[in-house]
């Protein structure tokens, strides 16, 4: 029998049956008067719009046409030169020196906030708990790299506190199927074996899932599916209702990937013949007849050895740094069907380095740039801008380029930090605390080095 469990205030209900979460909005408070209320006292009039992608079948929703889209990214990022390195510095660049907590205690002329750190040993207890310093890098990584992150908290056995957090790698896991009226899909299943994995096969596991946009301490403290929960993260993308894209797999589909892999796989095969083919020989075949009146009854084993003994002495002259200096005979017969005149017994021809001339070094520098700029990463960030003109860009290029990268991504900071602060009000911290993460700014060789504004010690947590 299905049985729906409110949670205190009213705002969500949770079904015993299906494990489906439903927003309720003010639907419960219109008429008993205990729906979520605003700073005002104002009873919500509705639930959020929760929109829920038609046709899906099966327990698990897939991610991609064979579930195992975050594998074939795998396989395509392995595959560059680029991509793996950039998405890794970005990883480090958005975690600066970690995460800290600690309180505002005011505002800057220019809005920035004073942020002043504080040490609270409960909450230094939890972060030793909960490896912070992994839980900080890992869902960054999973944001940057995927679009998605999934932070799984767990409960103490009585459901009175959230004793720790951590990761799910991004791509073991999977949505359950999302159903009508639902906020969230019930669960994610987590398994190292996608595409191949199937709930019930031992290796999956399933956890619920919390609805990241109107969850509440007491519908936590209601909800009994468990006393572990996953808090869904996503950078949000156009049109995908349960997965989220990251921006820079455009460079995936444009074939700009495509032809920044094929270019050294040519160039490699093309170095490796330069190797071995050098000088092209050509010979007169009637050379052979007028130097060995026998030619034509020689056998041709006997030819092969005469003409291998003419091409090591030819050898033997062109090549080695004992050749250097060396006079080269070119020998020339008479014609015998043009009286007086000669014919060139032997032409050679080196064969033009391609390599030396910077073949393809063009293109090589174009898909770099589609890449660099899917990526979102200035090029002199990196170290080298790749191509013929290979250089790594001034100092101040750098110092402009990394404040600017900083600036521009504080909504990934703000995304997985909320799990953090979801965590403080279940658990009766100080609701003065904030987290931040710590990332430094850098300066001009005149000034001293600066910390962004997240605090006022340049230090990392402990």
């Known amino acids: 029998m299905e049985q729906l469990v409110f949670s205190s205030n009213n705002t969500l209900a949770f079904s015993n049956r299906t494990g489906s979460v439903f927003r309720l909005g003010g639907a419960v408070g219109a ?16 639930a959020p719009t929760s ?58 002329p220019d ?29 960054i990584q999973g944001l940057i790299y995927f679009a998605n992150a999934f932070p799984e908290l767990i409960l103490s056995n009585d459901r009175s506190e959230i004793t720790s957090v951590c990761i799910q790698d991004t791509s073991y896991c999977r949505f359950a199927t999302q159903q009508p009226g639902q906020a969230v899909p019930a669960d994610v299943f987590i398994s190292a074996n996608w595409p191949d994995a199937k709930p019930g096969d031992g290796y999956t596991t399933k956890v619920p899932v919390l609805d990241p946009y109107y969850s509440d301490v007491e519908a936590l403290r209601a909800d009994t599916r468990g ?21 820079w797999n455009v460079i ?19 170095f490796k013949n330069q190797l071995s083919i050098k000088y092209l020989i ?16 020689k056998k041709e084993g006997e030819r092969k050895q005469i003409i291998q003994a003419e091409l090591e002495a030819f050898e033997a002259t062109m ?44 293109d090589s520098q174009e898909a770099s740039s589609h890449i660099y700029t899917a990526l979102q990463v200035d090029p002199t960030l990196s170290g080298i801008s790749p191509g013929k003109g290979i250089g790594s860009g001034s100092g101040s290029d750098k110092r402009v380029a990394f404040n600017t ?16 602060h979801f965590i403080r009000d279940y658990n009766g911290w100080d609701a003065d605390l904030e987290f931040r993460f710590l990332v430094p700014q850098v300066n001009t060789a005149d000034k001293s080095s600066e910390t962004s504004n997240t605090s006022s010690d340049p230090s990392p947590a402990e």
């Open 252 to 270: 995936i589909k444009s074939g700009w990937l495509d032809v920044a892999q094929a270019i050294p796989e040519f160039k490699k095969q093309l």
């Open 405 to 420: 990268f900083v600036a521009t991504h504080s909504f990934y900071q703000d995304l997985l930090l909320e799990v953090l």
């Open 111 to 139: 809005g920035s906030e004073i942020f002043q750190r504080v040490k609270d040993p409960v909450v230094q207890a939890f972060f030793r708990r909960s490896n912070l310093h992994r839980f900080g890098m890992e869902g």
């Open 31 to 46: 008429a008993a008067g205990a729906g979520r209320t605003t700073g005002a006292g104002k009873v919500d009039g509705a």
């Open 319 to 362: 090549t080695g740094t004992d050749g250097a200096g060396k006079s080269i005979l070119t020998v020339t017969m008479p014609d015998p069907q043009n009286p007086g005149a000669t014919i060139k017994v032997f032409t050679v021809t080196a064969i033009d380095d391609k390599i030396k001339s910077g073949l393809y070094v063009e």
């Open 282 to 297: 050509e010979a007169d075949i009637r050379y052979w007849q007028w130097k060995y009146p026998d030619w034509q009854e």
């Open 227 to 247: 006393f572990k929960y996953i808090w869904p993260l996503g950078i949000p993308s156009p049109g995908n209702a349960l997965y989220q894209l990251a921006a």
């Open 51 to 108: 929109p829920v992608e038609k046709g899906q079948s099966g327990e698990v929703a897939p991610w991609g046409p064979g579930n195992d889209f975050p594998q074939f990214v795998k396989g395509a990022i392995a595959k560059s030169t680029v991509i793996g390195p950039v998405l890794d510095w970005k990883t480090r660049a958005v975690y600066g020196k970690g995460i800290i907590y600690g309180k505002v205690t005011g505002y800057k």
